[in-house]
């Protein structure tokens, strides 16, 4: 493995956080309001990219007038939020998020402790607030059931966007990756095919908060699943891709596998993983419709 680059030196240098904000007008006043309150405003950036409909981008001007906001089209994705935020922002590390997340008290403090480790990109662990609903619940078992803790700390092979921070110097590295869109998975492969490593640190903590309706939900994983086939068919030879269009039939119920695996192995919300089953493999269902044509175009174009 390459050398990482030295250390940060906590106090020294500049975190920018950006948000990707979209339908979040029951969640965003307590999101920001969460950021601004632990953060020095000498040293940490906030970015707030919105592209919502539901009157979300009034409360940010209203209630958070100080901090930076860029309004997008209310077509944009979550990791083309993110794009744009990391491109109009200047912090030497910047962390991500969602404005349907809450992070902990101490979540600007523990993302800046843990970037003085050499590791190029750093996630944590997302909880789900006691009022999730079912929709709720599906939505993170579908998310995020590899980082509901308890987790190990240590070095893995993904982090989720939504609680994850990113040493600039190697975003910059591998723009070409994140140009049209921050896609952990394209990111994530260009960091590690470098070298660098992404660390999962369980002290980096935040929460999920209702997101997502029904129908919206599922439009979101088609558009993702069919963005993330698209990329690995780009990586495939013929024959590979091929295969997967074949046994895509398979793939929901490999994921239902292991979410189910990750929450009998770590013995919490067995009930809730149980109650939004229905509405989970509808979400599953939608991923892997958009998958199967993200290698039908990937096949198309290559």
């Known amino acids: 493995m390459a050398v990482e680059a030295e250390s940060l030196t906590m106090g020294q240098w500049k975190i920018t956080v950006v948000v990707a904000s979209h339908n979040a007008r029951t969640s965003i006043a307590e999101c920001l309001s969460a950021l601004v309150a632990q953060r020095p405003p000498e040293d940490v950036e906030i970015v707030v990219v919105d592209n919502s409909t539901d009157g979300t ?12 906001l860029i309004v997008s089209p209310p077509s944009t994705l979550i990791p083309q939020l993110w794009g744009a935020g990391i491109q109009q922002s200047s912090g030497e590390v910047v962390a991500l998020t969602t404005a349907h997340c809450i992070p902990d008290q101490d979540w600007l403090w523990q993302v800046r402790k843990a970037h003085a480790a050499p590791a190029a990109a750093i996630g944590g662990v997302i909880e789900n607030v006691a009022s999730a609903g079912v929709i709720d619940w599906a939505i993170y078992f579908c998310r995020y059931s590899r980082y509901m803790p308890p987790v190990r700390e240590g070095v893995v ?53 209702k997101s ?10 088609f558009q993702h699943g069919r963005q993330f086939g698209a990329w690995r068919a ?29 929450v009998l192995q770590k013995g919490r919300h067995c009930k809730a993983f149980v109650l939004s089953l229905p509405v989970l493999l509808l979400f599953l269902a939608a991923w892997t419709l958009g998958e199967l044509a993200g290698y039908l175009r990937g096949v198309k174009v290559h």
């Not at 981008?57 to 930076?68: A, C, G």
């Not at 049209?180 to 490593?197: I, Y």
Request: proline fraction near 6%; charged fraction near 25%.
């Open 157 to 209: 092979a993904e982090i989720a966007g939504d609680n994850a921070s990113y040493k600039r110097t190697y975003l910059e590295r591998c723009q070409a990756a994140w140009r049209d869109g921050f896609w952990e998975p394209a990111v994530h492969a260009e960091l590690k095919k470098a070298g660098r490593s992404l660390l999962l640190a369980p002290s980096i903590v935040i929460s999920h908060k």
């Open 234 to 262: 780009s990586c495939l030879p013929s024959r590979q891709r091929a295969l997967y269009i074949v046994l895509s039939p398979l793939i929901p119920f490999v994921l239902l596998a292991r979410i189910g695996q990750q």
């Open 57 to 68: 981008t009034e409360i940010i001007r209203e209630r958070f007038p100080d901090l930076r």
């Open 212 to 221: 997502f309706r029904l129908l919206s939900f599922m439009r979101q994983r």
